[in-house]
């Protein structure tokens, strides 16, 4: 299994990026998918995550962050906008059975692309 992450990148304060997520070796369409990130020298944290039944957002980023899934490409985005200095960080892509909110409960991520807003 194996999730490839792209789209990051500098932009400035208000700006806005698009983060991309492809999976292989991976069929799973009923799998929970998820985006974390981690800032230098905080804990990895939930981002946003998508299943079937639900989405979720966590309060920073919610009115912010959109996420959506192609299913026919085995994709995840993330529609970054507004963004923020405080949204710098590497942001990760996940996998897990069901949704997880804690970094220790995944069971497959992808590498991480780096998110840098300037002020």
């Known amino acids: 299994v194996q999730l490839q992450a792209s789209g990051g990148g500098l932009v400035q304060a208000g700006r806005s990026l698009r983060l991309s997520c492809a999976a292989s070796?991976?069929?799973?369409?009923?799998?929970?998918r998820s985006w974390f990130r981690q800032a230098p020298g905080k804990e990895r944290e939930v981002v946003s995550c998508i299943s079937k039944t639900a989405t979720y957002y966590a309060n920073s980023v919610k009115g912010r962050f959109t996420i959506s899934s192609d299913s026919a490409k085995n994709t995840v985005y993330l529609q970054m906008d507004s963004l923020k200095p405080e949204d710098t960080a590497v942001y990760y892509c996940?996998?897990?059975?069901?949704?997880?909110?804690?970094?220790?409960?995944?069971?497959?991520w992808g590498q991480g692309t780096l998110v840098t807003v300037s002020s």
């Open positions: 070796g991976f069929t799973r369409d009923d799998y929970a």
């Open positions: 996940a996998a897990h059975p069901f949704v997880v909110l804690k970094a220790a409960l995944i069971d497959y």
